[in-house]
């Protein structure tokens, strides 16, 4: 009996995770792309005046459903905190998890999932009130910080004061807009975050202008989506999304030029006008003419979410191309 039972529920495990196997073939009855945001962090992902979402992470949930459905818009978001981002991916309530997420080791491996690039490098930094007269990290020996729970921030805090013989207490809240709160109230005397994080919290302060962040960055931060390990097919194509926005920057292709008449054969074929690497993904042959022309190469998307003409005012540093100065590089479409 006990090993009929053990057998039935294996069986179960198993037909669930062929069911969750094929994610495009789900994602097409559907006719929806469910994809794992963060609960507010503005120029990631946050929600306009009109309830409408848009970010930088955002965006690459766009570009999966314009890849799959022909359509940005057929996405369902789901917002999240750093403590159920990981289970909603494993249990297939999300399809994607596009929210601002460090790549580490522990997390490609032990966690069932797979992340399918960078679309954000960033760093851990410090937030601190102009009213503390701090300068730089060394000045926070015995300081308390605020930071959000279940995220990197917490392991790299205390690598960092160790290494350093330093002291320091913590308050840890589960979202950004509870750190804030904590900053704000006084609860801590800094708040440490990854640097793209903090500049969007800044921009949320009742007075910006009185936080000023430090110049130290202490880690690497490689942020990008990531995906369900088991459907190779699937990851395959959110990749492959994400790299078309930052090809296309490359090549000079953007939501205002794509449907051009253009001659260059690299641009023939990721258009889809030449070649089959559409029938590689499984994907109709405009898959990324529909993720170009509806939202735009990653230069537009950088730009109008969390450029120097944005609140954020973010520089693109290591961000730009590889041929700009930065490090961002697509493998090519061939």
Not at 114 to 124: R, S
Not at 142 to 168: I, P, R, W
Not at 214 to 237: A, H, M, Y
């Amino acid at each position: 009996m006990a090993s009929d039972l053990l057998y039935i529920l294996l069986l179960l495990a198993f037909s669930g995770f062929c069911a969750q196997a094929d994610t495009l073939s789900n994602v097409k009855a559907k006719n929806v792309l469910n994809c794992g945001v963060s609960t507010g962090l503005v120029g990631f992902s946050s929600t306009d005046s009109a309830g409408k979402w848009k970010g930088l992470d955002v965006d690459i949930c766009r570009a999966v459903a314009a890849a799959t459905l022909g359509d940005a818009n057929k996405v369902r978001f789901v917002p999240l905190t750093a403590k159920e981002r990981f289970i909603a991916l494993q249990s297939g309530e999300i399809d994607i998890l596009s929210r601002n997420t460090t790549w580490t080791l522990s997390r490609d491996t032990s966690l069932g999932i797979n992340f399918v690039g960078v679309n954000y490098y960033d760093g851990q930094g410090f937030m601190v009130k102009k009213s503390l007269g701090v300068n730089n990290v060394k000045q926070l020996d015995g300081a308390t910080f605020c930071l959000q729970h279940g995220t990197t921030t917490e392991m790299s805090l205390a690598d960092y004061f160790t290494s350093h013989n330093m002291t320091y207490n913590s308050t840890l809240s589960d979202t950004s807009q509870q750190t804030k709160v904590e900053f704000e109230t006084g609860r801590c005397d800094a708040l440490t975050s990854d640097r793209s994080q903090l500049h969007a919290i800044r921009t949320t302060l009742k007075q910006p202008s009185s936080a000023i962040i430090l110049p130290e960055i202490i880690t690497k931060e490689p942020l990008g989506p990531s995906v369900r390990q088991g459907d190779d097919k699937w990851f395959n194509i959110v990749k492959w999304s994400l790299n078309t926005m930052i090809g296309a920057e490359e090549l000079g292709i953007n939501s205002n030029n794509a449907s051009t008449q253009f001659k260059n054969p690299k641009i023939l074929r990721m258009l889809g006008r030449s070649g089959r690497l559409h029938k590689h993904l499984g994907l109709d042959k405009k898959w990324a003419f529909n993720i170009i022309s509806q939202v735009g190469n990653y230069a537009q998307s950088f730009d109008r979410n969390i450029g120097k003409d944005t609140h954020l005012k973010i520089s693109r540093g290591l961000n730009a191309l590889w041929n700009d100065g930065g490090i961002l590089y697509s493998p090519p479409f061939r």
